[in-house]
């Protein structure tokens, strides 16, 4: 089944990535892609979905999708250089994977973010994304 980074959320303040589960009175229900555990987020919670975000490059910017699909090329199988990896490390992937980055609006550390996503999607759903206009299939 593929991922639909409309689901996929990051909470601030907490690792990892959460999937949207259901509305609640007192905010929203998530369940971490890891280990599968619940929780509701609150109103005043800090909530990105994956599908809102984007990286700037030279030329304006590119969806965090396209960036990610663009990771699966470069690695194919193999997972992305880990968030711990020194900045030369993730400033040489990014260069090999989008050349055009801008180098004064991309940090390394939402190169680190990026590359714990990648992963973390990689591990724990599918690299397989829905395309805008596709419908997700019930399980």
Same mark, same amino acid.
């Given at each position: 089944?593929?991922?639909?980074?409309?689901?996929?959320?990051?909470?601030?303040?907490?690792?990892?990535?959460?999937?949207?589960?259901?509305?609640?009175?007192?905010?929203?229900?998530?369940?971490?892609?890891?280990?599968?555990?619940?929780?509701?987020?609150? !109103?005043?919670? +800090? @909530?990105?979905?994956? $599908?809102?975000? &984007?990286?700037?490059? /030279?030329?304006?910017?590119? *969806?965090?999708?396209?960036?990610?699909?663009? !990771?699966?090329? +470069? @690695?194919?199988?193999? $997972?992305?250089? &880990?968030?711990?990896? /020194?900045?030369?490390?993730? *400033?040489?992937?990014?260069?090999?994977?989008?050349?055009?980055?801008?180098?004064?609006?991309?940090?390394?550390?939402?190169?680190?973010?990026?590359?714990?996503?990648?992963?973390?999607?990689?591990?724990?759903?599918?690299?397989?994304?829905?395309?805008?206009?596709?419908?997700?299939?019930?399980?």
């Amino acid at each position: 089944m593929k991922t639909n980074l409309q689901k996929i959320l990051t909470v601030s303040g907490y690792p990892g990535l959460y999937k949207y589960v259901a509305q609640a009175n007192a905010g929203v229900v998530v369940e971490s892609l890891s280990d599968n555990k619940r929780m509701v987020c609150g !109103m005043s919670a +800090k @909530l990105s979905s994956l $599908s809102d975000i &984007s990286v700037f490059t /030279d030329e304006g910017e590119v *969806k965090l999708q396209q960036l990610l699909e663009k !990771m699966r090329e +470069k @690695l194919g199988e193999e $997972s992305a250089p &880990s968030g711990k990896s /020194d900045a030369a490390k993730l *400033k040489s992937f990014f260069e090999e994977v989008l050349p055009d980055y801008d180098r004064d609006r991309f940090y390394t550390s939402h190169m680190k973010k990026v590359v714990d996503w990648y992963n973390n999607l990689k591990e724990f759903a599918t690299l397989e994304f829905l395309q805008e206009g596709e419908e997700e299939v019930a399980e």
